[in-house]
């Protein structure tokens, strides 16, 4: 470490970048694109925020679904209504073939869709995979290019207790990244899974549908891994471990959430570190796995910033460059096979 800054990962090989979370706005963050293993989500373009221009952004409205974020249906764009939709978020659409692909939790009852089953405000991927009955004890690998240092290997693992907490899925690290039933690695652009990653400010990470386990973040992002992220110089930075838990949620088979205090819902402010599971997203993970023998109802506590910071109450990075901007998603478009 020097002066208080991890030092960056090798960048001898294409495969060697780590990846740092930003956001895409001083207010808010894209955390990811999720993907069922057997379709594709869309790619997610991004352009300078220009209030003036906003009439000539090709904003795929038809798929956006205001019920989705307990926006009130005018007909009219009104302030409420536009600051949800210039918040960087999941490339994946909420209205996929006419279908929402998220609840806003005004049926409780469960029924099935077209694309996601649903429950109260939690959603599934389409067809509701998740890890066979006879894989409960879960194995997860990191890509070796990435020499990782154990400190970052410790916020995954912290990030996977949150939701072995609550389920009866174990996960344990694992030397054998080829066997492991997750791999995760840190990728700069075209990474060869079709969805190539976009450098600072753009997509931060996908993961894919159970059983396939893959879980890529982008290398060329800024990532905190330890420290209080409020402390942080750069209004846009973003804690690791909190992306952490969202996309391993993905792994596990779970779409988005409607609620904006779950660890599923598809944005978050920047400079944010959220890492409790609220009770929609244990309700939806226990719907398809089942409750830990020992989950007496509450999460293990977040820890706090003491608790983060380091001996010397610095704030550690893995970045290569901090950059401030203001993005705007704009023109997604979902590629789903028919």
């Known amino acids: 470490m020097v002066d208080g800054v991890m030092a960056l990962l090798s960048k001898s090989s294409k495969q060697s970048l780590l990846p740092t979370f930003l956001y895409s706005s001083p207010n808010s963050f894209s955390l990811d694109r999720?993907?069922?293993?057997?379709?594709?989500?869309?790619?997610t373009s991004h352009e300078s925020l220009d209030v003036n221009n906003l009439l000539n952004l090709e904003f795929p409205f038809s798929k956006f679904n205001p019920q989705n974020f307990n926006l009130n249906v005018t007909g009219q764009l009104d302030d409420q209504t536009l600051q949800q939709i210039v918040k960087p978020r999941c490339g994946?659409?909420?209205?996929?073939?006419?279908?929402?692909?998220m609840n806003s939790g005004k049926s409780s009852s469960f029924?099935?869709?077209?694309?996601?089953?649903?429950?109260?405000?939690?959603?599934?991927?389409?067809g509701t995979p998740r890890w066979p009955a006879n894989r409960r004890d879960l194995t997860y690998g990191f890509l070796p290019g990435n020499e990782l240092t154990d400190e970052i290997k410790a916020v995954f693992a912290s990030a996977f207790q949150k939701w072995s907490a609550v389920t009866p899925?174990?996960?344990?690290?694992?030397d054998s990244f080829l066997t492991a039933d997750i791999k995760i690695g840190f990728y700069s652009g075209d990474h060869g899974d079709g969805?190539?990653?976009?450098?600072?400010?753009?997509?931060?990470?996908?993961?894919?549908?159970?059983?396939?386990?893959?879980?890529?973040?982008?290398?060329?992002?800024?990532?905190?891994?330890?420290?209080?992220?409020m402390r942080s110089a750069v209004p846009s930075a973003v804690d690791l471990e909190t992306v952490a838990v969202h996309e391993i949620g993905h792994l596990l088979g779970l779409?988005?959430?409607?609620v904006e205090d779950a660890i599923m819902y598809p944005t978050i402010t920047s400079r944010t570190r959220k890492l409790e599971l609220a009770n929609d997203d244990i309700e939806g993970i226990q719907?398809?796995?089942?409750?830990?023998?020992?989950?007496n109802g509450s999460t293990t506590p977040t820890s706090t910033t003491e608790e983060r910071e380091t001996s010397d109450g610095e704030i550690r990075y893995l970045a290569s460059r901090w950059t401030?901007?203001?993005?705007?998603?704009?023109?997604?478009?979902?590629?789903?096979?028919?």
């Open 255 to 258: 779409g988005h959430s409607s």
């Open 169 to 174: 899925l174990t996960f344990s690290q694992t």
């Open 34 to 43: 999720f993907h069922d293993a057997n379709n594709s989500a869309c790619a």
């Open 111 to 126: 029924h099935t869709t077209g694309h996601f089953h649903t429950t109260g405000h939690y959603s599934f991927f389409p």
């Open 195 to 229: 969805e190539p990653f976009d450098g600072v400010l753009g997509t931060l990470a996908h993961a894919f549908s159970p059983p396939s386990g893959g879980f890529h973040l982008d290398a060329d992002e800024n990532w905190i891994v330890s420290g209080d992220v």
């Open 92 to 101: 994946n659409a909420d209205i996929v073939n006419g279908t929402t692909s």
């Open 287 to 295: 719907w398809l796995y089942g409750s830990n023998p020992n989950y």
């Open 324 to 338: 401030l901007a203001v993005f705007l998603a704009v023109g997604c478009r979902a590629l789903l096979k028919d």
